[in-house]
């Protein structure tokens, strides 16, 4: 079972920041945030990860709070093409238990 | 640098037929992980295996399924007398093994295989 709720979906204006939310209030302190995406029906493509600090690439950003409770993906200026379902997975970082479990995500949608 | 490749994209079955599906994951990469996905339904895990070892089938279907990654060549999954159900989109990802693990590098994954059996 997925160990994330997000909002179901959200929509955000074309060259605008996307902020998308994500609770994860049992994670383990080992336990890494992942961020991946699936675009229609293409395979999940990787975002971001982190542990405790806050990470940026060139594709988002990933906010994580102290207590690592929650967490926000930021993509700083949206556009048509980021329109996705956009999943926030808690990942354990080795063994049997370092598989990807995907929730419901929630679905992004960039108006024009 | 190659991705993660799956084929065929598209694989049509008719009933009680065998299925192969094929992963090559990325250079240098030596786990690999097989995902289902319903229509219209989220990305179930099925398994996860490393060179010639399954190190987690807990998402396997008990009967019908399986998974082999051999020392030499892709990833297999098979699925023997395909039934109407196992229509779906199977993905498969890889991950690289040895130092890069410890600092939990992410999954990449191929653009699947769509199953449809008639």
């Known amino acids: 079972d997925a160990k994330t709720t997000q909002p179901t979906s959200m929509d955000c204006a074309e060259g605008r920041a996307a902020n998308l939310p994500c609770n994860h209030s049992t994670i383990s302190g080992n336990e890494y945030v992942y961020w991946y995406r699936q675009i229609h029906s293409q395979g999940p493509q990787y975002i971001i990860h982190?542990?405790?600090n806050n990470e940026t690439n060139e594709m988002a950003s990933l906010i994580i709070t102290e207590d690592r409770k929650s967490s926000t993906l930021i993509l700083p200026h949206a556009t048509l093409r980021d329109t996705a379902v956009y999943y926030c997975?808690?990942?354990?970082?080795?063994?049997?238990?370092?598989?990807?479990?995907f929730g419901k995500g929630i679905t992004l949608s960039v108006r024009p | 640098n190659a991705g993660v490749m799956q084929n065929p994209r598209h694989l049509v079955r008719r009933r009680g037929q065998e299925a192969r599906l094929r992963c090559s994951p990325m250079?240098?990469?030596?786990?690999v992980y097989w995902y289902r996905q319903l229509p219209e339904e989220g990305l179930k895990f099925m398994v996860y295996l490393q060179k010639e070892n399954i190190i987690d089938e807990s998402g396997m279907p008990k009967e019908r399924f399986s998974a082999e990654f051999p020392k030499e060549g892709p990833s297999i999954l098979r699925i023997q007398q395909v039934v109407r159900g196992d229509s779906a989109a199977y993905f498969c990802?890889?991950?690289?093994?040895?130092?890069?693990?410890?600092?939990?590098?992410?999954?990449?994954f191929g653009n699947g295989t769509r199953l449809t059996v008639t």
């Open positions: 990802a890889s991950s690289p093994s040895g130092r890069s693990a410890i600092n939990n590098s992410p999954l990449h």
């Open positions: 982190g542990l405790k």
């Open positions: 997975i808690v990942r354990s970082p080795t063994g049997a238990n370092s598989k990807l479990t």
């Open positions: 250079k240098g990469h030596s786990h």
